[in-house]
């Protein structure tokens, strides 16, 4: 697979994989490390209460892994995480490998991700004592009740929906599909993005979500938060 991408070093000094038949890349040309922390930290990890002991996560596109990298990195010391992350077509390791050497500023957490890359489908792994990840290799249109159900009854507390963009991958942003991920938010729970199309922001109101549009990270006018609690 080597052949078919190319590492582009962005405006922050981390890095993205640009895909050649996709003309796309998984992360801003503008910043790749920036755009994880905006969207995906600050205006979805640090969102949940402080005093909120268990954190149930459900990542839509795994990617480089650096989502749940930086949600290692800024985790509280009290509390844990519990990842699920949706991919159908992982990156080998040798891919990620090079990807992360390619940085200029690593997350603290960099180590752990030869264990998320090689952990076992479909169930929990123990990353470390904050941190357990499920990686659920099939489409989100493929999910059962069965596999939602790995989370226990509390549902997902925050949705990193982070699918390649709607010109690139149309149907992971049409409202089947969106209701599919947002089925499983807890009553207080929240999905945090970077796109704010006009007919993705559409979709979400039709689910009976509240929207808010907040700044984007560098180089992107605006982003979109989606809370289940009106």
Not at 12 to 32: F, M, P, Q, R, V
Not at 57 to 64: A, D, P, R, W
Not at 159 to 175: G, H, R, V
Not at 189 to 198: N, R, V, W
Request: net charge negative.
């Amino acid at each position: 697979m080597l052949n078919q991408i190319e590492f582009l070093k962005t405006r922050d000094g981390s890095s993205t994989i640009y895909l050649k038949h996709l003309d796309e890349t998984y992360h801003s040309i503008n910043g790749a490390f920036s755009e994880s922390l905006h969207v995906y930290i600050i205006n979805g990890l640090k969102k949940i209460d402080k005093e909120q002991e268990q954190i149930n996560i459900l990542e839509v596109g795994f990617g480089t892994g650096l989502n749940a990298l930086l949600t290692m990195d800024y985790v509280l010391p009290h509390q844990k995480v519990n990842y699920m992350s949706i991919e159908p077509f992982p990156l080998e390791i040798d891919i990620i490998n090079k990807y992360y050497k390619e940085f200029s500023h690593l997350p603290y957490n960099t180590p752990f991700i030869s264990h998320l890359i090689q952990s076992e489908f479909n169930k929990w792994n123990i990353i470390h004592d904050q941190f357990s990840f499920c990686l659920i290799n099939k489409k989100l249109q493929e999910l059962s009740d069965s596999d939602y159900q790995l989370f226990g009854e509390n549902g997902v507390d925050i949705i990193y929906y982070d699918a390649f963009a709607p010109a690139k991958q149309s149907e992971m942003w049409d409202l089947e599909v969106i209701e599919k991920a947002t089925q499983a938010l807890n009553p207080n729970g929240f999905l945090t993005t970077y796109c704010a199309q006009g007919q993705f922001k559409r979709n979400l109101k039709s689910l009976g979500l509240r929207l808010e549009s907040v700044k984007g990270p560098l180089g992107k006018r605006e982003m979109t938060l989606a809370f289940k609690n009106l």
